[in-house]
T-cell receptor, first 115, second 115 residues
Framework: KAGVTQTPRYLIKTRGQQVTLSCSPISGHRSVSWYQQTPGQGLQFLFEYFSETQRNKGNFPGRFSGRQFSNSRSEMNVSTLELGDSALYLC??????????????FGPGTRLTVL | KQEVTQIPAALSVPEGENLVLNCSFTDSAIYNLQWFRQDPGKGLTSLLLIQSSQREQTSGRLNASLDKSSGRSTLYIAASQPGDSATYLCAVRKRSGGSNYKLTFGKGTLLTVNP
């Protein structure tokens, strides 16, 4: 069974631009969660999508948004990029409907650098 | 608000040594706790998942314990090897509303095992 895939693996953008990251979950998984990882703040939860609906949201500004498609693939968009948005962005998939048993499986991440 | 702390932030040991990584959390009302490994620039690999009703879990040279009432978990690595060098993260899962559950991560312990 294929794991979680993320594209692209690396991105370099300049301040003010926008970026879209993609995540394909494990086949059959309906939940996709996004995390931002920086050396200073560690791993922080951005949002979770389940069956094309945002189900949970972390404490990030509205510049960070996402969506999920009917095949469970998810995209995350960041508009008006700032230097502080440079980070490793990880997505994780799970079944999504098994309560606390929803073990998450992580992708390799997208490394975003904002210049 | 759930906070997860990992001590030490970094640890360097000679090959063959047994070691313990610590994780503490402020809200003991968790459903489970998960230990992950992260290699540089890569995603997270799940190592052990302990349900709140369990005291410990073992996988090969790894043993994780959980004391929910005191808000502590330890990851014991026996006979460490250079290939164990990585960042180890713990994360706790707690209900975030309705049937939703959220993972909160510690900032990790960077382990270096010297040959």
């Amino acid at each position: 069974k294929a794991g979680v895939t993320q594209t692209p693996r690396y991105l370099i953008k300049t301040r003010g631009q926008q970026v879209t990251l993609s995540c394909s979950p494990i086949s059959g998984h309906r939940s996709v969660s996004w995390y931002q990882q920086t050396p200073g703040q560690g791993l922080q939860f951005l949002f979770e999508y389940f069956s094309e609906t945002q189900r949970n949201k972390g404490n990030f500004p509205g510049r960070f948004s996402g969506r999920q498609f009917s095949n469970s693939r998810s995209e995350m968009n960041v508009s008006t990029l700032e230097l502080g948005d440079s980070a490793l962005y990880l997505c994780a998939s799970s079944w999504g409907d098994r309560g606390p048993g929803n073990e998450q499986f992580f992708g390799p991440g997208t490394r975003l650098t904002v210049l | 608000k759930q906070e997860v702390t990992q001590i030490p932030a970094a640890l360097s040991v000679p090959e063959g040594e047994n070691l313990v990584l610590n994780c503490s959390f402020t809200d003991s009302a968790i459903y489970n706790l998960q230990w992950f490994r992260q290699d540089p620039g890569k995603g997270l690999t799940s190592l052990l998942l302990i349900q709140s009703s369990q005291r410990e879990q073992t996988s090969g040279r790894l043993n994780a314990s959980l004391d929910k009432s005191s808000g502590r978990s330890t990851l014991y690595i026996a006979a460490s090897q250079p290939g164990d060098s990585a960042t180890y993260l713990c994360a706790v899962r707690k209900r975030s509303g309705g049937s939703n559950y959220k993972l909160t991560f510690g900032k990790g312990t960077l382990l270096t095992v010297n040959p």
